[in-house]
């Protein structure tokens, strides 16, 4: 089945103790997309300015991604420095541009009306909340991201749009943040009443959780040798979770702890390389081994 | 197979904020054996002085403890006090009394020199050292626990021991400062050239993680709802997994596996309650339902 992801794509100029780039092509949007055409064909609403050419289009190319969704508005497109401390526990942003993505205000082409699959990613509430409303019928399902910042300066929308809600995506600082409870558990457990009926828990180089109702399920996270850079990791493990749901057109317990293998094996490639580059050189056989991979690192018998 | 323990006997007053003990039965040696006795006999090496009474003693009987090896010397025994933060993540030191520990020499009956598995307390290198000099043959298996106390102050000996040592027991943060590299898992693979064959690297709610020069299996944290005293966790997490591996008498993939399963099963009890006060309650039926809540929460079908 079809996703649909509303979020930024950018221009990114990073620094890692590995190496940097110079305004490479980013964007949560962006990270979501190729991660989720793995699984699922993705339909992205989104903006870029004037300076977005044929060429930065070149990685959604050859993809089941469709652009009809992708603005093209005068000006500068969304423009994101940073750098991140030797052990990538401290990132600090250099610079933030936000050009026509200021203005951002999604507008669905009539056909992206009718998708069953919806991930809304890190942008205001408000403009998350105008994307379900513009949606014909009541989608399968309604995933979403946010963070610190609209937890602190947008409560009240914030909580308008987690009633709309099905899967919240998180990391684990701001569920105690959103729930004001420094437990972790007892924190999911009270943003579970603000809407969503699965939480899922990012914890970085740890893992990730899936909480529900009635279950928890937690996922190590991969044993990287190597990180290269960070970047896009978070938006990757969204669109593998989510293409996978998309992909398979069911969501339950079973399906629920694939997409989170499958988020955790987009996420750890994500991080391999600087930037896109890793992520837009994968091959769907290389998914299937380390999904096989995260088996062996966790599976016992009693 | 039975399984000789060396380390502290002490008593403890804890501040949590969810209560507080004045002079409680602790030390690493006392949550590791209770915790193992469940799978395996315990031999227990330590030293207690006279204000030990035979009601300090009741917590060892009625399980498979043998007290042979604990010295009972004139003085005090060890005496610890600290304090944990809201969160649990600090913890401050209000006092530390070696008193008769000070002066700890273990010294083996002769009736423990041919125990088959023997875990290695947090005390000095050299008294590490004398420990297995003392055996009479190659044990099957000799774990050890350090600190970064040891790491820091007496790496010479550290290094000495480490030879002699098949599994060590270490968090994450004494594996990176062992090895110098802030980088975990190469600082795991650093590590694993200095003697021990199996790293198990606790790092507390995020779990526990296995590596051996060909393999890793993570375990998730149990997700607990209320943590009362983190106090003893580690140690009844060695003590589960050591007297598990004794208790099944082999050594391989499958069973180093489970080990850490009944390891996380002993220290999640262990933090339900101040001090001993819920491992001393634990019945063998409870372990094997959280060690069956340990599958279901992590488990998962590609």
Redesign the interface.
Known sequence: MSLLVVGSVAFDALETPHGRTERTLGGAATYFSVAASFFAPVSLVGVVGDDFTARDEAIFRGRRIDLAGLERAPGKTFFWSGRYS??FRLRTTLATELNVFAHFDPQLPPKYRRLPYVFLGNIHPSLQLSVVKQVDERPKLVALDTMNYWIERTPVELRDILKHTQVLLINDEETCQLAGD?????AARRVLHMGPRTLVIK?G???A?L?TED???????Y???D?RDPTGAGDAFAGGFLGWLAGVGRVND?TL??A??YGSVLGSFTVEGMGMERLRKLKRAEIGRR??EF????????
Chains 1, 2 share one sequence.
């Not at 420094?182 to 007892?186: D, F, G, P, S």
């Not at 279950?215 to 996270?221: E, M, R, T």
């Open positions: 030797g052990d420094h437990h972790l558990m007892r914890r180089e740890f893992g959780m909480v279950s928890v399920f937690s996922l190590a996270g044993p990287q040798a990180v079973a702890r694939q989170m293998v999904a096989r088996a062996r690192l966790t599976q016992f018998k009693l």
